[in-house]
């Protein structure tokens, strides 16, 4: 055995990590058995959310919300408020009076109302004072004069009313978007179909329910450097938006992520209260903290959009679709949001995994005097999923075909092109759809379930990124810079943003494989606009495929110049080095190894200080189709799911149990596979709870939260039904099924080591499996989500009556 | 909605029975709201959802020496005013002679609330949703209210006078529930709630009942319905329709009629009448079918 090398002089009293004399493990990190490299730290409670942070003199920040759906701003009166004890400052719109939004096109959101309120919980004006008590009672002393105009609650009314506008400048009325994109010839194919099944489907609304609330911290040091935490999931947008609306110059904004509790899209785009600590942080020249209450998370919400769904799906005699027809309305709440991205991706983002040989959609989305809706896990994709899912369902039902079967037969195929000009690289579909076929026993369970008890099944795919930026732009969507040391370390800086998908493992997972380190030995440093570089944030599960591919280009050029260092050493061609688990060794002599240590200490005393960068563009070849919108959605690479749902119903009360729940997701390669089924059993179980209980629901009129009747008209419709966590349905450990995790592994050529997404495909298509698995059970289709106890009574009662 | 700030809240600590009843007596002579609590499992609801909240609270959790714990007397099971859930779920003879009334105490909240909940508590809060107060109700359980002018003992089915209103005067306090002997370990004890969720869920429709069959007929029969009027309530009509029927008499279409002269739900955020009403009817479908199962073997 070669022992270690420890010749050189500046090195020999360096601590020295130990290694074990076993034999070389030629294995490395990646696609092995680790959690997440920051568990430790958040589970003892020692890592710090953002709340957790203070700073001397720090003033708490609150805002005032309006208590109406529709209403004109008269005035406001803050000089009582201004007047309080232990008030600092108080602003209103007219302080921050430059429009914003995530989407560069279609920014139509003040930081404060300016003019007009446009739904309940709108942000009207905020306070900075010595503690949340006392910012609280300077609310109360605001007085705000409002002209109450009628609201619009109803998506259909939004289309037909010209008389109630909710943004006035807005060239199309209330419609905030539409987009129409067709291909082929679908009425031919529709009316030469064998089988047309045509349906109505109703998406509900869903907030994304993440434990931890918003919340931001600012301060402006004194060279004039603003810093700002937040709770955000994309710094990056956030610092792009602080310098527009706050008139600054990027280069005096710092943005710093700090662990975040949940966000799930609910924290994909800028917010009130970081505006607003920011700029009462310039105000006061000290730092300011603003928390949301839990009801102040359901107001900002962003959440899934209600969909109105139309679809006609044509079928040949085995299965095959000739053609689908969809049309949908959107009710995108106040305002805009990502709601452009939301209406292409209803459309744009169904053409795979089956073929469509003729496909049209037309979907529009409105405003309405609600909160906004926005992106949540699946963003857009979700609503047309169910309603196509459940259309295959209905015609292997009447077709008489097995719907495992029918989903076979109408498989794109790997390396292929949706009707959309999408590039489909790889995908492991089939073998999603045999997994749960075989995990659940679906073969001889099937159609011999006892009474109340039903299968169902159902398939999805989802992008890893998308393809082209929010806003154009020609530099990386992402980007690393590495470091290692005669410590025998290694340093990451990335602009990911850690919101518990696990962001950082991957990176540090990649960066031990490469460099032949344990995970323990990497740190991560992320998020931090002075210190990290640049990545566009934790949304349309790009992180794994984008960041993952920066790492590697830094991680490979290191490993490159590690290997020809000790290639030297041992006279031996560098391909021949191997470097894992903290050994680095001959490949064509494994009892020949050095601790990687010695090998960075080598390397470091022959090159100097240690570092490289990598990033990461998209591909600009075959990857989307060639016309107005058709680059929306289209991603390097895409996921595939399969869910098989077992329910039992019970009939007495219409409650429906999910009894198990199978799901197969190709991730093309598990860089971290707990962490690929800790992705898998959230979105399936957040999919469950979107398919049976959770609603976010707006009251139209008539109804107050405690169940009182009251009156109707202005001033009174849009309150939420349910703006806590005790209304709001969301299952608690007992209400969660069995839930088997299941990895396919179909390596993209596209992705870091073949990775795809994990964190958002899984949840698509547990939601339709669950409705056929219903109908299964007990004879009734419920096409309006949420399938609740009280429809699924009326349904069962109509089906008696029907006989 | 704006909070109540906690800290203006002045909460007094009796150290004995007789201090409390001094307090209560001096706020109610002096004109001022003096609330009892215990568990505050609904108090601190009530004030983070800024419900107006009286000054004053009298905080009796430290009397647990006096009106802790379960005693069982000849009148029958006394259930002491600080008595939690997570008390009496663990005193197995309370789970063996009144099985429902611990499915219910278990099905209250979550743990958490259940460690703190208090039977009384449940009583005096007097929501329609309850679930272990129903089942109280079906049990022919009494109040006991204690004050300076002496001690009354009220029985639930007269304790609640109004949507969240009881017949409980501001200078007396509970001092325990009794449930009688004759119930206790009775036949055809049955609960079922049908919630929003598994735990932590209120309940949209429920049933708390006591049916007891001899010789094939229904001989004693207690319905109280859970979110179908404003307060708990016992079913009067449908319970004399049912009393002396033997199963095969009872008829489905008049069940639902003599229910629908005793309850008349409604829509709201968590339900409708229509599934209300149905629901109910069948709950009680199923406790006959199961007691007289029970009873059959």
């Known amino acids: 055995m070669n022992r270690p090398l420890s010749s050189n002089p500046t090195s020999r009293d360096l601590h020295r990590i130990d290694v074990d004399d076993s034999p070389v493990d030629a294995s490395g990190v990646v696609g092995s058995r680790h959690g997440r490299i920051d568990s430790l730290e958040l589970l003892t409670g020692v890592g710090k959310y953002t709340d957790d942070l203070t700073l001397p003199r720090m003033l708490h920040c609150k805002i005032l919300r309006s208590p109406h759906a529709h209403a004109r701003i008269v005035s406001i009166d803050s000089s009582a408020a201004e007047g309080l004890t232990g008030v600092h400052a108080v602003i209103t719109g007219a302080d921050m009076p430059v429009r914003y939004g995530v989407i560069p096109w279609t920014q139509d959101e003040y930081p404060l109302a300016l003019g007009k309120v446009r739904y309940i919980g709108d942000a009207v004006a905020a306070v900075a004072a010595v503690s949340e008590e006392v910012a609280k009672a300077a609310l109360a002393l605001i007085a705000v004069k409002y002209e109450v105009l009628p609201a619009i609650i109803d998506p259909r009314e939004a289309l037909t009313r010209k008389d109630v506008l909710i943004h006035e400048d807005n060239k199309h009325g209330n419609i905030s978007k539409q987009v129409t994109l067709a291909f082929g010839d679908v009425d031919a194919a529709l009316a030469g179909a064998e089988l047309v ?59 710093i992520q700090p662990p975040v509790g949940g966000a799930f899209g609910g924290k994909s785009e800028p917010f009130d209260l970081e505006f607003c600590v920011a700029k009462l942080a310039d105000l006061t020249g000290r730092p300011v903290k603003c928390l949301y209450t839990r009801e102040e998370v359901f107001f900002a919400h962003r959440g899934r959009h209600p969909f109105s769904m139309h679809y006609k799906t044509g079928f040949d005699r085995e299965g095959r679709i000739v053609a689908v027809d969809g049309k949908s309305l959107l009710d995108g709440g106040a305002y805009s949001s990502f709601g452009l991205v939301t209406t292409y991706y209803s459309g744009q983002l169904l053409g795979s995994p089956y073929v469509f040989p003729a ?13 906004c809706c926005g992106p949540k896990r699946g963003h857009g994709s979700v609503q047309p999923r169910f309603a196509i899912e459940v259309q295959l369902d209905k015609a292997a039902t009447v077709l008489g075909i097995d719907p495992i079967e029918l989903r076979r037969r109408n498989f794109i195929g790997e390396n292929s092109q949706t009707i959309g000009g999408f590039h489909v690289g790889s995908s492991g579909f089939l073998q999603c759809l045999s997994e749960v076929e075989r995990a659940s026993g679906w073969r001889h369970k099937r159609g011999n379930l006892p009474k109340g008890r039903g299968l169902g ?118 391909g021949d080095v191997g470097l894992a688990h903290r050994k680095a060794f001959r490949h064509s002599d494994l009892t020949v190894w050095m601790p990687i240590q010695e090998a960075f200490i080598l390397a470091e005393s022959q090159l100097g200080t240690l570092g490289a960068v990598g990033s990461y563009k998209t591909p600009t070849e075959n990857v989307h189709g060639d016309y107005r919108g058709g680059t929306i959605g289209a991603s390097p690479a895409y996921s595939f799911t399969a869910h098989v749902a077992e329910v039992e119903v019970d009939e007495e009360t219409g409650e429906v149990t999910v009894l198990s729940i199978w799901c197969a997701h190709d991730c093309g390669l598990a860089l971290s596979p707990t962490l690929v089924e800790g992705q898998i059993e959230g979105s399936t179980y957040m999919g469950a709870a979107e398919a049976l209980m959770e609603h976010h629901r707006v009251l139209p009129s008539g109804l107050r939260s405690d169940g009182q009747k009251r009156e109707t008209g202005p001033g009174v419709d849009g309150l939420l039904a349910a703006s806590s966590l005790l209304d709001y349905r969301m299952p608690t450990s007992m209400d969660v099924p069995d839930l088997i995790a299941l990895i396919v592994e179909r390596p993209d050529p596209r992705g870091p080591r073949g990775a795809k997404e994990a964190g958002e495909g899984p949840l698509h298509s547990s939601i339709p499996a669950i409705a056929n698995a219903v109908y299964d059970a007990v004879g009734v289709r419920i096409d309006d989500l949420p399938i609740t106890p009280e429809k699924v009574l009326a349904a069962l009662k109509r089906k008696a009556e029907v006989g | 909605m704006q909070a109540v700030m906690l800290r203006d809240v002045e909460v007094m600590r009796p150290r004995t029975l007789d201090e409390a009843l001094r307090l209560l007596d001096r706020a109610h002579r002096e004109g001022v709201r003096l609330r009892p609590m215990a568990g505050c499992t609904d108090v601190l609801v009530d004030a983070h959802f800024g419900k107006a909240l009286p000054e004053r609270f009298l905080d009796v959790w430290g009397l647990r020496k006096e009106l802790g714990g379960l005693r069982w007397t000849e009148a029958g099971l006394v259930i002491g005013a600080t008595c939690t859930y997570a008390e009496a779920l663990e005193t197995p003879k309370f789970v063996a002679e009144l099985p429902a009334l611990a499915k219910a105490a278990s099905q209250v909240g979550a743990r958490q609330i259940q460690a703190r909940g208090t039977f009384a508590g449940n009583v005096e809060n007097a929501s329609p949703a309850a679930d272990a107060a129903p089942m109280l109700l079906a049990l022919d359980a009494q109040v006991k209210l204690a004050s300076l002018q002496g001690v009354r003992t009220v029985p639930l089915l007269n304790y609640w006078s109004g949507y969240r209103q009881t017949v409980r005067r501001p200078d007396e306090l509970i001092t325990a529930i009794v449930v009688p002997a004759a119930a206790l370990g009775s036949q055809g004890q049955w609960f079922r709630k049908v919630g929003t969720r598994a735990y932590q869920a209120i309940t949209k429709v429920g049933l708390a009942s006591r049916l007891q069959w001899q010789g094939g007929k229904l001989v004693d029969v207690r319905l109280a319905a859970i979110s179908m009027a404003a307060t708990p309530k016992r079913c009067a009509t449908l319970e004399t329709y049912l009393k002396g029927r033997e199963l095969a008499t009872i008829d489905a279409a008049e069940l639902r009629h003599a229910q629908a002269v005793d309850l008349q739900p409604i829509d709201d955020v968590r339900s409708n009448a229509t599934y209300r009403a149905e629901v109910f009817a069948r709950l009680v479908e199923q406790a006959l079918r199961e007691t007289h199962l029970a009873t059959a073997h």
């Open chain 1, 197 to 255: 099944i045509e349906s109505d489907y109703e998406f509900h609304g869903a907030t994304h329910g993440a434990i931890e609330p918003h919340c931001a911290m600012g301060h402006v040091d004194g060279k004039g450097l603003l810093t700002v935490w937040s709770t955000t999931q994309v710094p990056h947008y956030l610092l792009r938006e602080l310098g527009r609306v706050l008139d600054r110059p990027s280069h005096s904004i710092r943005v």
């Open chain 1, 359 to 371: 496909y049209r959609f037309d979907s529009t989305r409105v405003y309405t005097n609600k909160p």
């Open chain 1, 457 to 574: 099944i159902a398939g999805s795919t989802y992008i890893s990124g998308t393809n082209y930026c929010i806003y154009p732009t020609e530099l990386p969507q992402s980007a690393v810079q590495i470091c290692l040391d005669r410590s025998g370390r290694v340093r990451v800086f990335v602009g990911t943003s850690e919101i518990g998908q696990g962001s950082n493992t991957v990176v540090a997972t990649l960066a031990a494989d490469e460099l032949g380190v344990e995970l323990d030995d990497v740190r991560v440093l992320a998020a931090d606009s002075d210190l990290t570089p640049v990545d566009l944030g934790a949304y349309s599960s790009r992180g794994t495929l984008m960041a993952g591919n920066a790492c590697l280009a830094a991680t490979r050029e290191l490993a490159a110049k590690l290997r020809e260092v000790i290639a030297k050493t041992w006279d031996c061609p560098p």
